[in-house]
Nanobody, 121 residues
Framework: QLQLVESGGGLVQPGGSLRLSCAAS????????IGWFRQAPGKEREGVSC???????NYADSVKGRFTISKDNAKNTVSLQMNSLQPEDTAVYYC???????????????WGQGTQVTVSS
């Protein structure tokens, strides 16, 4: 059974950092593009960052320079390091996968359940 599980969310003060992890079971992440998406209350889901099956990366303008995506094929996980967090980063964060996907992270096939990130003082 193919499954993605996110972890690492929580409550952080503005300017703080969090590291999200996306762990895969039932398949090998090395062959997949993995994207991080987020959805804030009352807003549509948006793409945050993507890493392709070949390692290319892509970021939303709103997080460039603050977020870093990385893949650890040995651990079968993808991480999202989030620095300089702001209240507008508050959302449920999801990871998603597509086999042999590129760094656009379109048409993802598998989704995790999400992890809540709240940035507040």
């Amino acid at each position: 059974q193919l499954q993605l599980v996110e972890s690492g969310g929580g409550l952080v003060q503005p300017g703080g950092s969090l590291r999200l992890s996306c762990a895969a079971s039932g398949f090998t992440l090395a062959y997949y593009a993995i994207g991080w998406f987020r959805q804030a209350p009352g807003k549509e889901r948006e793409g945050v960052s993507c890493i392709s099956s070949s390692g290319g990366t892509n970021y939303a303008d709103s997080v460039k320079g603050r977020f870093t995506i990385s893949k650890d094929n040995a651990k079968n996980t993808v991480s999202l390091q989030m620095n300089s967090l702001q209240p507008e980063d508050t959302a449920v964060y999801y990871c998603a996968a597509r086999k042999w996907g590129d760094s656009s992270c379109l048409n993802m096939n598998y989704w995790g359940q999400g992890t809540q990130v709240t940035v507040s003082s």
